[in-house]
């Protein structure tokens, strides 16, 4: 059997046929027959629904050194903020206004936003809106503390594996970042009853094949309810800044197979896929994916959340964001929905 019609069948490969398959992204009938039955899926378990997440980014002082990211701790250009609690219910008050019922806290790896402070604004967003699910974003902590933010009434959290080979993941962290704190992390996320989302660049500097291989087989074995993938795009602050950005076919061509391997996943069209592309994330959602994540941090902030360089939703016209979206997610022939969308 051929390793299309297996992947299709069993929805999963083995190694060696995951890195013939990912080099054949540049084959139009592959990448076609691939884009063909992942909307078949995506359909068959969500309609022509698009779900939304009201993204806050509530932080962007960062204890990490991860290469590739614009406001890792060695950056002394970026200005750094954190939003106010107060500050956070406001983005809240306005997401919901717009029908947001999801919204995810995301910030770096923040020493102020202690265990108990998070606790407390977990405890006052979910009092305020008991029908929104609430997802936090916030990198590695202890078990405790993912325990006492699900007591609290977290829902959901996003941690990229980012690279699931040890030594890929070596060359984009500095030593003290371990692969297998990240993974111990996903696993208890897991215990006690988050819903993950895991996910990786596409093309950081000495990704291969083999390496993608390695992020997929990963994916199946960890079965994400999420999975966040985008390309890698430079940022003139970090040592990374000479590289190429990761190629929008390879991603596209990801996003399908990702949503045949795990057929009934959430699938963000990211922000840095329309970065790359201005029709990026319309490709996205017709390559496979199934969410969105327009920004509500306040307008302000936004440009200071500087991940990588030309990050789009940051000027002045953010504020539309929404009415935006709404508008690419129907040219893509899809429906922007309102509702929190929880994985099935
Ligand atoms: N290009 C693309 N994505 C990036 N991220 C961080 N830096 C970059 C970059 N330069 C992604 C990481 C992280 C997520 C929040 O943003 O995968 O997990
Ligand atoms: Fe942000 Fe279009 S989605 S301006």
């Known amino acids: 059997m051929d390793i299309i019609s297996k992947l299709m069948e069993e929805h999963q490969l083995e190694k060696a046929e995951w890195i013939e398959l990912l080099s054949k992204s540049e ?3 592959v990448v076609k027959e691939l884009r063909e039955a992942a909307v078949k899926l995506r359909k068959r378990y969500y309609g022509d629904k698009v779900f939304t997440r009201g993204l806050i980014e509530f932080t962007n002082y960062c204890k990490n050194g991860c290469y590739y990211c614009g406001i890792n701790r060695e950056n002394r250009k970026v200005k750094r903020y954190r939003l106010t609690e107060e500050e956070i219910l406001d983005c809240c008050e306005n997401g919901y206004g717009l029908g947001f019922r999801t919204f995810v806290l ?3 790896e923040d020493g102020y936003f202690t265990t108990d402070r998070i606790t407390e604004i977990i405890r006052e967003i979910k009092k305020r809106y008991p029908d929104c699910a609430l997802t936090l974003s916030i990198g590695e902590r202890s078990y405790e503390s993912y325990l006492a933010w699900r007591k609290a ?9 980012e690279a ?5 993941y070596q060359s ?3 030593a003290e970042m371990k692969l297998s704190s990240r993974r111990k992390c996903l696993h208890d996320l897991k215990e006690l009853g988050y819903q993950v989302g895991a996910g990786f660049m596409v093309g950081p500097p000495g990704q291969s094949l083999e390496d993608l291989a390695e992020d997929l087989l990963f994916l199946k074995e960890l079965e994400p309810q999420m999975v966040g993938i985008g390309p890698f795009i430079p940022h003139h602050e970090t040592r990374f800044s000479e590289e190429k950005a990761g190629s929008i076919e390879l991603t596209l061509f990801l996003l399908s197979i990702v949503r045949i ?11 840095a ?3 790359m592309d201005p029709e990026g994330r319309e490709k996205g959602l017709r390559a496979g994916a199934n969410v969105v994540m327009p920004n509500l941090s306040p307008v302000k902030n936004r440009k200071l959340y500087d991940l990588y360089d030309n990050k789009i939703c940051t000027g002045e016209e953010a504020a539309e964001c ?6 690419r997610v129907e040219s893509a022939g899809y429906r922007l929905v309102a509702e929190r969308g929880d994985a099935l």
């Open 164 to 168: 699931a080979s040890e030594s890929l």
């Open 27 to 29: 084959d139009p009938f």
């Open 273 to 275: 896929l329309g970065t």
């Open 153 to 161: 009434g977290a829902d959901r959290y996003l941690l990229r594996h």
């Open 172 to 174: 984009l962290h500095p």
């Open 106 to 108: 995301q910030g770096g």
């Open 322 to 327: 929404c009415g935006c979206l709404s508008r």
């Open 261 to 271: 391997l795990l057929p009934k996943v959430l699938l963000p069209a990211t922000t």
